[in-house]
């Protein structure tokens, strides 16, 4: 059983910076891809990024693509968003989650999921 928990999250203006952080607890995390996922208000949730189980593979919503970094430390059982460039879209709860080996752009293919973390960002 693997526990997720985000932070990092706060209010920053357009234009801004953050970077989100994930750790994991329990399970043997590198064998894990780590996805982040974000929902607004009235929205679905939806893809925001993923990074394979070994690091060699990451994916991005065409959103955030040259904006947003996915990178993980296994050492420390954690894996970072950096968010740069923010726009007022990007407000919303972000959450991670976790899932075997494999990376995934839907949120039913993960097995675990933190609680999530605010982000909002001011025009």
Known sequence: QVQMAESGGGLVQAGGSLRLSCEAFGGTFKNYAVGWFRQAPGKEREFVATIRWSGTITDYADSV?????????????????QMNSLKPEDTAVYYC?????????????????????????SA
């Open 65 to 81: 693509k040259g904006r947003f970094t996915i990178s993980r430390d296994d050492d420390k059982n954690m894996v970072y968003l």
């Open 97 to 121: 989650a976790a899932r075997p080996y494999a990376t995934a752009t839907q949120a039913g293919a993960y097995d675990y999921w933190g609680l999530g973390t605010q982000v909002t960002v």
